[in-house]
């Protein structure tokens, strides 16, 4: 059974860090492409950035280039989004998902809330 | 980067069928197809449809979807109250090297 794990959301001040984590089993974890979805309060889903199976190849949303850095390590079968400088509007439910094409499965999310 | 279009809201009776729409361009839905995801209030989405009409295991056959050029449509037969959820589409843009979605329509089982 594929699951996903998302951890380490939590409150963080304006421009902080966070390093969110995403625990993966049940497939052949370097075999496929990983992405980061988000959900702002009231609002809709907003693709974050994507990488693939080796790592090599990652992509960014506008709104997140230069401040956020998409990872994985095959060995622990874990995805990684380091965040820096956070705003406000990064305030948001953030989850990974696998990429088949489409992302296909989904982790519960985890809670990164920015705020003084 | 520029989303897809769906309408915000729609809105359809107990058993009647409702067909939810999603708007790009040539270098998104008309080129890689579009997905569609189900989101349930406290839920993660769920993928009920990718590659235009393919239904992965475990989705009903209610749920099939299609492409017209650009716009690519999820159509719900014999609506049932737990359909009434946020339904989003999505595609890679090409152009863009990047995911786009749909800002999602809110269906409503009355």
């Known amino acids: 059974e594929v699951q996903l794990l998302e951890s380490g959301g939590g409150l963080v001040q304006p421009g902080g860090s966070l390093r969110l984590s995403c625990a993966a089993s049940?497939?052949?974890?370097?075999?496929?492409?990983m992405t980061w979805v988000r959900r702002a309060p009231g609002k809709g889903l907003e693709w974050v950035s994507s990488i693939g199976g080796s790592g090599r190849s990652t992509n960014y949303a506008d709104s997140v280039k230069g401040r956020f850095t998409v990872s994985r390590d095959n060995s622990k079968n874990t995805l990684y989004l380091q965040m820096n400088s956070l705003g406000a509007g990064d305030t948001a439910l953030y989850y990974c998902?696998?990429?088949?094409?489409?992302?296909?499965?989904w982790g519960q999310g985890t809670l990164v809330t920015v705020s003084s | 980067q520029a989303g897809l279009t769906q309408p915000p809201s729609v809105s359809k009776g107990l058993r009647q069928t409702a067909t939810l729409t999603c708007t790009g361009d040539s270098n998104n839905v008309g080129n890689q197809g579009a997905a569609w995801l189900q989101q349930h209030q406290g839920h993660p989405p769920k993928l009920l449809s990718y590659?235009?009409?393919t239904r992965p295991s475990g989705i009903s056959e209610r749920f099939s979807a299609s492409r017209s050029g650009n716009t690519a449509s999820l159509t719900i037969t014999g609506l049932q109250p737990e359909d009434e959820a946020d339904y989003y589409c999505s595609a890679w843009d090409s152009s863009l090297s990047a995911r786009v979605f749909g800002g999602g329509t809110k269906l409503t089982v009355l």
């Open positions: 049940g497939f052949t974890f370097s075999s496929y492409g």
């Open positions: 590659r235009n009409n």
């Open positions: 998902a696998r990429v088949s094409g489409s992302p296909d499965y």
